[in-house]
């Protein structure tokens, strides 16, 4: 079974910086994408980065600049730096593996908390 293993949340005043690292495994197809979702209380999830195995990126908008989405295809391995995070930044991230043969396969991760304190 595929399993993605998140680790880098928890607590960071505003202004600071966290690491967020995300390992894919046990995947029978290619892995071709993987990236971040977020989720707080009462607001739908939202994409935050995604990269491709060619290492082309997307942001939202509202983290472009601050974020930097980066991969190690080796060892299906995706990271997200966050840097000056903000309140509105705490949620839930959840890390995202999609998978390609004759259709897509999307895998999640369970999620790690990112609390930005004011």
């Known amino acids: 079974q595929v399993q993605l293993v998140e680790s880098g949340g928890g607590l960071v005043q505003a202004g600071g910086s966290l690491r967020l690292s995300c390992a894919a495994s046990?995947?029978?197809?290619?892995?071709?994408?993987m990236g971040w979702y977020r989720q707080a209380p009462g607001i739908q999830r939202e994409l935050v980065a995604v990269?491709?195995?060619?290492?082309?990126?997307n942001y939202a908008d509202s983290v472009r600049g601050r974020f930097t989405i980066s991969r190690d295809n080796a060892r299906n391995t995706v990271y997200l730096q966050m840097n000056s995070l903000k309140p509105e930044d705490t949620a839930v991230y959840y890390c995202?593996?999609?998978?390609?043969?004759?259709?897509?396969?999307?895998?999640w991760g369970q999620g790690t908390q990112v609390t930005v304190s004011s």
């Open positions: 046990g995947s029978r197809f290619r892995i071709d994408t």
């Open positions: 990269i491709t195995n060619g290492g082309s990126t």
């Open positions: 995202n593996a999609r998978a390609f043969y004759l259709r897509a396969y999307d895998y």
